[in-house]
């Protein structure tokens, strides 16, 4: 009797695992995206607006994100493990990293001392859909009342463009992060 050995299934993504069915209702580029797997790079184009206020910029810094307006090149590193993703955002006028995990049906991002919960879900159109759920400071619960408004949309172009729009803001402080702009997905990325 002989024996074969079935190849190893390829562990899912984070995005994957968090998603389910819905995965597979993302544009190409974006589902291309968030199957990426070790080490990559990405090159695009964004346009960055400055925080609303003086808080809001303290909060931006707080957080590694860009405190300027302005727009030009945007360098993604990306560093895929079935573990964790580490998103390293480098804009023109900053670099901002962070750690996204899986939490039982979320994605848990890890940002300086915030931890960010999101919620995924696949819209209309292939769309991806991000929106903060709860989150921590230093630890702290943050009280919904003061919980920011945070939804981070992606969408797809063509076969090889992810476009992607950022905002957040705080209750009494206004807008503290918002940016867009697109990132090339390379059709021979390695992907898991």
Request: net charge positive; proline share 7%.
């Amino acid at each position: 009797m002989t024996s074969t050995a079935s190849p190893a299934a390829t562990p899912a993504t984070l995005y994957q695992r968090v998603m389910g069915v819905d995965f597979d209702r993302l544009a190409s580029p974006v589902a291309r995206f968030h199957r990426l797997a070790g080490a990559q790079v990405l090159h695009g184009q964004v346009q960055v607006q400055a925080p609303a206020s003086l808080l809001g910029r303290v909060l931006a810094w707080g957080l590694g994100a860009p405190q300027q307006a302005g727009q030009g090149a945007i360098r993604f590193e990306l560093d895929a493990t079935p573990g964790a993703e580490v998103w390293t955002r480098i804009f023109p006028t900053r670099t901002m990293r962070s750690t996204l995990r899986e939490a039982p049906g979320f994605v848990e991002e890890h940002m300086g001392a915030a931890r960010l919960l999101f919620g995924l879900t696949a819209v209309e159109g292939g769309r991806l859909e991000m929106r903060l759920v709860r989150m921590r400071f230093m630890g702290i619960p943050c009280p919904r009342w003061l919980q920011p408004a945070i939804v981070a949309r992606e969408t797809g172009q063509g076969d090889d463009q992810l476009h992607f729009d950022v905002q957040a803001t705080v209750p009494w402080i206004g807008q503290v992060v918002a940016y867009r702009g697109h990132l090339q997905v390379p059709a021979d990325a390695q992907c898991a």
